[in-house]
């Protein structure tokens, strides 16, 4: 994340105070939200950033922009805002970006410290966000604002948030472009700053003709100063060709030539700085000329205070991208993947990417991409990696990099979307296996890896890929220890104990040398499963205590791979007759049923089954049946698992011969359960619907029987009854 964006913008020499519209903000009293939407050009960063500054050190920052349409980001801004605020333990910004989205707002909520004094974060270009999951996070982050707190949001789109709503309880602020207009006085000054002294006629000739849109005012300043007649630049919804047909004409006219040159090369980037500048356009010392320009008030807004990063106004980019295409159409392409080398020698992927995009070069994205998306995908950023492939899969190229297809027929498998899973998978079986991809890895040993990791011909067949897998993947492939953990779980899931346990340690020592601790919680559970069938109980309690210990300090809890690690440790927990303990941890490994899908179905299987025992050891018939048929469910897709099925036929024999009582909250399916945490929030049950792909009848059918379950009467019920059982997942 750019420092940069976290920074409140620096004011440039002789800007106005919007002193009239800071005392009404004051004087609303700490509403929730302060809704600042306008068109371009009205000052709406420019008045957030004047109330940022009186209220330091209690005000936040982030400047909205593409990259925020994932839920992840959005969580991580947001969290570290509040965490620069010392409103929150820093700790908790890594956690929250994995499986982020509206579910996660409750936690960032609760995490704020209730002596912290009460401050204001603003989000800026707010109109950048289009994502709906990230429109609902921050719907939730305002209905849910500590007392005093304040969420300041500029845009030049209506918010997608409840504002009839907010409005009626009084907790909104609205300014729009009525407000945003200048006053007479407002106007005077602003002119005044650039240099211009207009006398009264032309004042007032200016403030009819603009409507008192500051921008125009600003740049008939700007013309007066320049000694050039004024010719109106009218306001935006007059005439929103008029700013830059003026900005074209008369601004550039009053520059050289090579700063002309500069201005519209550089409008390629979104934020600018001198090395990237002298990168992208091929030049020196544009670091002196940004500074040259900010004092020359030509619309180029400092990001930092160290005046490193900067940014143009919004309409003169867009006017100066319109003179770049007219005047050298040909060099954007190459301004382009100028830029993205840049950002990819310094580690910014995110732009890196974003450039390359925009030169049309794909093969520069898919090699990106192959390199990004992994470590992308691990810390949460499912939405952003989605979003690169999809980039590629549409302009055509999937079919070129088959490494790409294999990592995101992966990762629609970790998803629980077979279907894409499946489609992608063919498109990645089409290329030769023996193509060397830029990791070092053949299409080969990628394609052997997904096969032994879905499972889907046999245990033998499972055995046989990883071994082929293992023996091609590149000596440094952080999946090889996958593929010698799945080499010893197919050993398992032949009850050849002997065979399998070494290959489980190994595997172990491996994925903790290569940084895979959720994968190395994992295998513990696993080794847990062969120590209970050697009837080891000490075995058992040790492993089970080592893998729970990675899971709670690593902050995996939420991870799919940690729903094994808690049904063997609640199993541990029964074996020392602490059934408190037991139910627990069982309610953690519940929690994340709704993880445990058909794609990867070793794992989910054998977590459902522990699970299972578990409820039955608690004399709990009715849990664990429900956790019995989601994984009898899972075996019918996925029939060739060795013992798991005889496992799970002999707790279906036991359960048959119970009298189960069918109500009870361990009752809940997998969609009650991830449906459950939903009804937290302020979404209807057709936003619910929309938010899981299903019909609202669903939703509420499934919503009645999470009320039955849980014997309550009302959603506010549901979710409090949910918390007190631990089955909140957030």
């Not at 960032?108 to 990230?134: G, H, K, S, W, Y």
């Not at 088959?402 to 077979?418: D, E, M, S, T, Y």
């Not at 994992?522 to 499963?529: G, H, K, Q, T």
């Given at each position: ?10 004011s440039?020499?002789?800007?106005t105070?919007?002193?009239r519209?800071?005392?009404a ?11 600042v ?8 960063s ?17 400047s909205?922009d ?5 839920p ?25 970006a994995?499986?982020?989205g ?9 995490a ?10 603003v989000l800026?270009?707010f ?21 005093g707190w ?8 209506a ?11 009084g907790?909104v602020?609205e ?21 211009a002294?207009p006398?009264?006629?032309?004042l ?5 003709s603009t409507?008192g ?11 007066f ?7 109106g ?6 005439a929103?060709?008029?700013v ?11 520059i ?5 040159t ?33 004092r020359?008030?030509?619309l180029?807004v400092?990001?930092?205070r ?5 940014r ?7 006017m100066?991208a319109?003179?770049?295409r007219?005047r ?13 080398a ?21 093969d520069?994205?898919?090699r ?10 691990a810390?949460?950023r ?9 980039w590629?899969?549409r ?13 995101g ?8 979307q ?14 030769p296996p023996d ?9 080969g040993?990628?394609?052997?890896y ?63 040398a290569?940084g895979?601790l959720p ?20 075995r ?8 729970l ?13 940690s ?10 927990a ?7 303990g037991?139910r627990?941890?069982?309610a953690?490994?519940?929690?994340l049923?709704?993880?445990l ?5 070793v794992?989910?299987?054998q ?9 039955l ?9 429900g956790?019995?048929r ?6 019918v ?40 945490p ?8 057709g ?31 549901a ?7 631990g089955l909140?997942?957030?």
């Amino acid at each position: 994340m750019a420092e940069s964006k976290l920074e409140r913008p620096e004011s440039r020499p002789g800007i106005t105070t919007r002193s009239r519209l800071l005392a009404a903000i004051d004087a609303a009293g700490p509403v929730p939200v302060v809704a600042v939407v306008a068109p371009a050009g009205y000052g709406k960063s420019t008045l957030l950033a004047q109330w940022a500054a009186a209220r330091h050190p209690d005000s936040g920052w982030i400047s909205c922009d593409q990259g925020d349409n994932d839920p992840a980001v959005l969580m991580t801004c947001l969290a570290a805002v509040l965490a620069h605020l010392g409103a929150i333990d820093p700790e908790v910004v890594a956690p929250l970006a994995q499986g982020a989205g509206i579910t996660s707002v409750p936690a960032l909520m609760d995490a704020i410290r209730p002596d912290v004094r009460p401050a204001v974060v603003v989000l800026d270009q707010f109109e950048a966000i289009t994502n709906r999951e990230c429109h609902y996070i921050v719907t939730e982050v305002a209905l849910r604002l500590p007392p005093g707190w304040q969420l300041a949001i500029a845009s030049r789109h209506a918010l997608p948030l409840p504002v009839p709503r907010l409005r009626l309880q009084g907790g909104v602020l609205e300014l729009g472009a009525g407000e945003l207009a200048m006053s007479a006085d407002e106007a005077r000054r602003l002119l005044h700053g650039t240099g211009a002294v207009p006398d009264d006629a032309a004042l007032t000739h200016l403030l009819d003709s603009t409507e008192g849109w500051p921008v125009g005012l600003y740049l008939a300043g700007l013309t007066f100063r320049a000694g050039v007649p004024w010719r109106g630049a009218s306001h935006p919804g007059a005439a929103g060709d008029d700013v830059r047909t003026y900005l074209r004409g008369e601004i550039l006219g009053q520059i050289s030539e090579a700063e002309l040159t500069f201005l519209t090369r550089s409008s390629v980037l979104a934020r600018l700085c001198g090395p990237l500048c002298d990168a992208t356009v091929d030049g020196t010392g544009s670091g002196r000329l940004l500074e040259h320009l900010e004092r020359r008030n030509l619309l180029v807004v400092p990001l930092d205070r160290r005046r490193e990063w900067y940014r143009y106004h919004h309409l003169f980019r867009e006017m100066l991208a319109e003179e770049l295409r007219r005047r050298e159409p040909e060099l954007v392409p190459r301004l382009h993947a100028r830029a993205a080398a840049w950002f990819e020698t310094r580690g910014f992927a995110d732009e890196a990417i974003e450039h390359a995009q925009e030169a049309g070069d794909r093969d520069l994205v898919a090699r990106l991409v192959l390199e990004h998306m992994q470590p992308m995908w691990a810390s949460g950023r499912v939405d952003t990696v989605l979003r690169w492939t999809t980039w590629l899969e549409r302009a055509g190229g999937l079919h070129r990099y088959p490494g790409i297809a294999i990592h995101g027929a992966l990762i629609f498998a970790l998803l629980g979307q077979v279907e894409q899973a499946d489609a992608w998978a063919a498109v990645a079986r089409k290329a030769p296996p023996d193509v060397v991809l830029p990791d070092g890895n053949t299409t080969g040993s990628l394609l052997a890896y997904l096969r032994a990791i879905l499972a889907q011909d046999g245990v033998e067949a499972m055995r046989a890929d990883a071994r082929v897998s293992f023996a091609e993947l590149a000596p440094s492939s952080p999946y090889r220890v996958t593929m010698l953990f799945t080499e010893g779980m197919s050993y398992l899931l032949e009850d050849d104990l002997d065979r399998a346990d070494p290959i489980l340690a190994l595997a172990r020592e491996d994925a903790e040398a290569a940084g895979a601790l959720p994968v190395a919680a994992m295998i513990l559970a696993e080794r847990c499963v062969v120590a209970e069938r050697r009837d080891d109980h000490a075995r058992v309690e040790s492993l089970a205590a080592q893998a729970l210990a990675i899971v709670e300090s690593g902050g995996f809890e939420h991870y799919w791979t940690s729903a094994l690690v808690y049904a063997c440790a609640a199993r541990a927990a029964l074996g020392r007759g602490d059934v408190r303990g037991a139910r627990l941890l069982a309610a953690h490994c519940a929690r994340l049923r709704p993880l445990l899908v058909s794609s990867i179905p070793v794992a989910p299987v054998q977590a459902l089954l522990e699970l299972s025992r578990v409820y039955l050891g608690l004399g709990d018939a009715a849990g664990a049946e429900g956790a019995l048929r989601q994984a009898e469910e899972i075996l019918v897709e996925r029939p060739r698992l060795g013992v798991l099925h005889h496992e799970a036929r002999d707790l279906r024999d036991t359960l048959d011969r119970l009298a189960a009582d069918p109500v009870g909250a361990s009752s809940l399916t997998a969609a009650e359960l991830r449906l459950l945490p939903l009804l937290a929030t302020h979404l209807s049950l057709g936003q619910i619907g929309e938010q899981l792909h299903v019909a609202r009848g669903t939703v509420k059918a499934q919503t009645t029987s999470i009320y039955r379950k849980l014997r309550v009467s009302s959603r506010r019920d549901a979710v409090s009854r949910s918390r007190e059982l631990g089955l909140d997942i957030r």
